[in-house]
């Protein structure tokens, strides 16, 4: 096995979208191609399918030195309302898009997921939050079984925050954890007592939430499995429903990530990093959990297992869902919609962001339109990062896409896929290389490999 991490670690995209945002095209992109795209992508999507609305809450009062997020520091909640303002500002402004369509009759969206996305969305007062989402509710119609969820900080999510959101619908939270080792901590800048974990998730469950997810991250400086180890047993005293197992992304390239609370030399090695990782995964297995896609493990019981099982798996810029909607429009600041034919994201400062929202203009300042192959690739990744296999039909076979073919063989060679005249499946031993599958697949990147580092490493 390290041989062939040795050979696969390098630099490769998570896949929240196809093509990746190093190689939209933003040259020829505009906000009114954009548009077209959010009507084409509306009147496709029937009221049983409905929409998903990200909203980006960016600010924080504290900065995690292994963060990558879009974010700003601050202490000032006076930000709060004139932000809160320019989000509904903005989802008018897509209302006012949707209401120019004849074919819709002046109905409004169906919403069926809604996320709360940060930055730290809990740095947010209960009322300001709830005048958000009565705003936006008060616009749409909800779906059957909405997917309703937010990631709450657990140093300051509230008794009062977890009961709001949940009179308003929400059922999911998720808490970022890391780690527990305070030297782990103190290195991220991520000082969080065990006991505040637990308050918020036991909160979270006496208010009647269905499903608490806890994020851990393996690769951290200074971490060392007996860290790591003690990390997950204390989170299995909480026996969270859902699990994200994230290998920590260190780009410090880019710029405003804030990562230099560390020396490089205190973060794991390559083979070091990969133990966390197997060790890790087996201790959850043996524990109950079930690997759902990548770096994603949930109970049996949790409905992100059940779409697995039913292939309803879904993956999109929130990550791993058991929703499917073909529109999901960002709202905030750097946040990013997917049309399906098109993606676009938002300005990625504050000021900029509410300037242009005050103009009248939908935010957006960079997309990409999706062409034909764009299209047939982005449905092979996806069902790659969402069951680990995808069939080529008679239409669509190995001989449009030869670049993919020659790396598969090789992969298959290793023993990671299975491979068919149309069928590639992922198999057991290559599940930890999901992305370099996914990869092979990825004709842009492909035909022009990236100068300078633009991605973590995938393994």
């Known amino acids: 096995m390290n041989s062939l991490i040795n050979k696969y670690n390098i630099p490769g995209p998570r896949y929240t979208s196809y093509p990746t945002v190093p190689y939209w095209e933003n040259e020829s992109f505009t906000s009114e191609k954009w548009q077209s795209t959010v009507i084409r992508a509306f009147n496709e999507s ?84 709830r005048i958000l989402l009565e705003g936006i509710f008060a616009t749409v119609e909800i779906a059957e079984n909405p997917e309703f969820s937010f990631e709450g900080h657990p140093n300051n999510t509230t008794k009062e925050h977890l009961q709001t959101l ?113 060790n890790g995964k087996k201790l959850l297995e043996d524990l109950g959990y079930i690997e759902v896609g990548m770096d994603h493990f949930s109970l049996e019981s949790d409905d992100l297992y059940q779409s697995l099982i039913h292939k309803k798996l879904h993956r999109n810029f929130m990550g791993y869902t058991s929703s499917n909607t073909q529109l999901m429009v960002g709202l905030g600041m750097s946040a990013i919609s997917d049309s399906w034919y098109g993606f676009a994201q938002n300005e990625k400062t504050v000021e900029e962001y509410q300037k242009r929202v005050e103009e009248g203009k939908i935010p957006v300042f960079r997309g990409h339109i999706l062409n034909e192959e764009d299209l047939i690739i982005r449905r092979h990744i996806l069902n790659i990062m969402c069951q680990l296999e995808t069939t080529f039909t008679d239409k669509n076979t190995f001989a449009e896409l030869p670049e993919a073919l020659e790396k598969l063989k090789e992969m298959q060679e290793d023993g990671l896929v299975e491979l068919s005249e149309n069928f590639v499946k992922i198999t057991e031993k290559g599940r930890v290389f999901t992305r370099n599958v996914a990869m092979a697949f990825d004709l842009r990147m492909m035909r022009k490999m990236p100068e300078t580092r633009l991605f973590s490493m995938t393994v």
């Open 46 to 129: 029937n009221a049983e399918e409905g929409i998903s609305i990200y909203i980006h809450l960016p600010f924080c009062e504290n900065l995690c030195t292994f963060c990558a997020c879009h974010k700003r520091i601050t202490k000032q909640h006076s930000v709060e309302t004139p932000y809160l303002e320019s989000v509904l500002k903005e989802w008018n402004l897509y209302l006012e898009l949707f209401r120019q369509q004849p074919t819709t009759n002046n109905q409004q969206p169906t919403l069926k997921e809604l996320h709360l996305g940060g930055g730290t969305p809990t740095f947010f007062s209960p009322e300001n939050l």
């Open 166 to 278: 949940y009179d308003l619908g929400f059922r999911r939270c998720s808490f970022g954890v890391q780690d527990y080792d305070l030297k782990v901590q103190k290195a991220i800048n991520r000082i969080q007592p065990f006991e505040n974990v637990k308050n918020v998730t036991e909160w979270a469950r006496e208010i009647g939430y269905k499903s608490v997810s806890h994020d851990l991250v393996f690769g951290l400086p200074h971490q060392s499995w007996e860290a790591m180890e003690f990390t997950i047993r204390k989170t299995m005293e909480l026996k969270p429903d859902r699990l994200a197992f994230y290998s920590y992304a260190h780009v410090p390239w880019i710029k405003g990530v804030g990562q230099r609370g560390f020396d490089e030399n205190d973060l794991p090695s390559g083979e070091e990093k990969r133990k966390l990782y197997e």
